[in-house]
């Protein structure tokens, strides 16, 4: 099933303004796979003269045959000359197509691999075209390629695009019509799972349940999304068997450079740079108590960032072989408490990032992070969430998240939440604002200083 499209406003707006203007424009999309970088491209270019060609695998030869059909839908006869490179087909494509035609070089990383000179082909052919009318869009799943090749001083493609865009997941709020749920709680459940990635959303909305759509698609060793990690780290690492057990190690609980060192038998000086590439691909998240930066490494803690990631490396990693032998269901039956657990985490996760999207209590707040340490009583204390307001250096919004309560319980835990921020070191000599987040409330009576499900779903 084809979801409607969602969101991508603002992107397809700048898309849209370059393709309007005169002159020629050159636009880069990327960001990981199955995103959505495809669809936006054709939505903005739904009634544009367009020639789009999805690059592959295979010898320059035959992608270059391939091109050329794609491109004589645009300019008829345009496949019935043979091209011994791109440079030829380009300076036909200039030659030939009608003025405000664009050309559109999907799954470019992989055209490279077979061309390694098509960027700076590329980048002659983008240089002839700034006095003409045509456009070029190149979209790419390889991350650190397209980064390489557009963002790095020296690459021939640096400094030459008009618009450079990084897709990413899409919020929590657009799960709800994709998925068409009935709930905000439901919401957050689908997204503890499939993240913000419209792919995973239309391959789960054909399964109907949640519980379903999981065995089959993720569980199962037949299952669309079995191996999608490997494919993910294919799409950015030539060597994938390091960062696939660092994910692993993070993803069963080993969250120090230190501890994950210690399992791989490295010293943690070694795992410095794979680490950043992680992190880079937005796979790995690095944490820090709130007022303390990423430079503290002695403080920082890694986190599998994305949601599917974080379901996959907790259900499937640990169970291949028991998956392998057919046993998808019972595996999922058996994992009802490492479930809570990480429904628990995603949630908290979206709780804070809804804080700085959305005003909380009228107040406007800048990202919210955790807290950990030692209490000013000299205790070891931990927080969900502490942020700081837009503008006041003299507020500060300390949070609790829990998956479920009645409005006796939340009370209790508001009570003890404001005598815990008491001893945090960041709040002496502020005015501190304590609420709580709780995704399945047993009551309608709510206190102002107590949020659920719909609140964060629409502030994310």
């Known amino acids: 099933m084809i979801l409607p499209f969602l969101n991508r406003a603002e992107e397809l707006g700048r898309i849209s303004r370059q393709l309007k203007k005169r002159g020629s424009s050159f636009i880069c999309l990327y960001g990981r796979r199955r995103c959505g970088k495809s669809r936006l491209v054709r939505e903005a270019l739904a009634r544009r003269l367009t020639a789009y060609y999805t690059g592959d695998d295979r010898e320059q030869a035959l992608q270059l045959r391939d091109a050329a059909r794609e491109i004589s839908r645009l300019i008829p006869g345009f496949a019935r000359v043979e091209y011994p490179g791109w440079a030829e087909l380009f300076e036909r494509f200039e030659k030939d197509a009608p003025s405000g035609a664009t050309l559109v070089l999907d799954e470019f990383p992989s055209m490279v691999a077979a ?6 082909l590329l980048q002659k052919f983008i240089d002839r075209l700034a006095e003409g009318n045509l456009n070029v869009i190149v979209l790419g799943s390889s991350q650190r390629m397209m980064q390489g090749a557009l963002l790095e001083p020296g690459a021939p493609l640096y400094g030459r ?24 709680e439901q919401a957050v459940r689908h997204y503890a799972v499939w993240g913000g990635i419209p792919r995973y959303w239309e391959l ?3 399964r109907g349940r949640l519980e379903r759509a999981v065995v089959d698609l993720v569980l199962s060793p ?30 069963k609980g080993c969250q120090r450079m230190s501890e994950i060192a210690g399992r791989l038998q490295r010293p943690a000086t070694s795992l ?11 796979l790995v998240a690095r944490d820090v108590p709130f007022g303390r930066t990423t430079k503290d490494t002695k403080r920082s803690l890694y986190k599998i960032a994305d949601p599917f ?25 058996e994992q009802r408490v490492a479930w809570n657990h990480h429904l628990a985490s995603g949630w908290e996760e979206m709780v804070r990032r809804s804080v700085a999207r959305a005003p909380v209590l009228g107040e406007r707040w800048n990202p919210a992070s955790r807290w950990w340490g030692s209490g000013l009583d000299g205790k070891p204390m931990e927080l969900d969430l502490v942020a700081g307001a837009v503008g006041n250096t003299e507020k500060l919004l300390v949070g609790e998240v829990k998956l479920q309560s009645d409005l006796r319980k ?4 508001l009570a003890r939440l ?43």
């Open 115 to 120: 061309s390694p000179a098509l960027p700076s």
């Open 161 to 184: 695009a008009d618009e450079i865009l990084k897709i990413e997941p899409l919020e929590p709020r657009w799960i709800m019509p994709a998925l068409k749920l009935a709930n905000a």
């Open 204 to 206: 789960a909305v054909e």
């Open 222 to 251: 037949l299952g669309v999304l079995h191996r999608e990690p490997e494919r993910l780290l294919r799409d950015d690492l030539r060597d994938t068997r390091q960062a696939a057990s660092i994910l692993a190690l993070i993803g």
């Open 272 to 282: 410095s740079r794979p680490l950043r590439v992680l992190v880079d691909m937005g």
């Open 309 to 333: 990631l974080r379901f996959w490396y907790r259900f499937v990693e640990g169970h291949r072989a028991r998956l392998e032998a057919g046993q998808a269901q019972i595996v999922w039956d």
């Open 410 to 413: 939340a009370k209790e835990t």
């Open 418 to 460: 404001e005598e815990r921020a008491r001893h945090l070191p960041a709040a002496t000599g502020k005015r501190v604002i304590c609420c709580l987040w709780v995704l399945r409330m047993r009551s309608k009576q709510r206190p102002a200083n107590l949020f659920g499900a719909e609140e964060v779903v629409g502030g994310v």
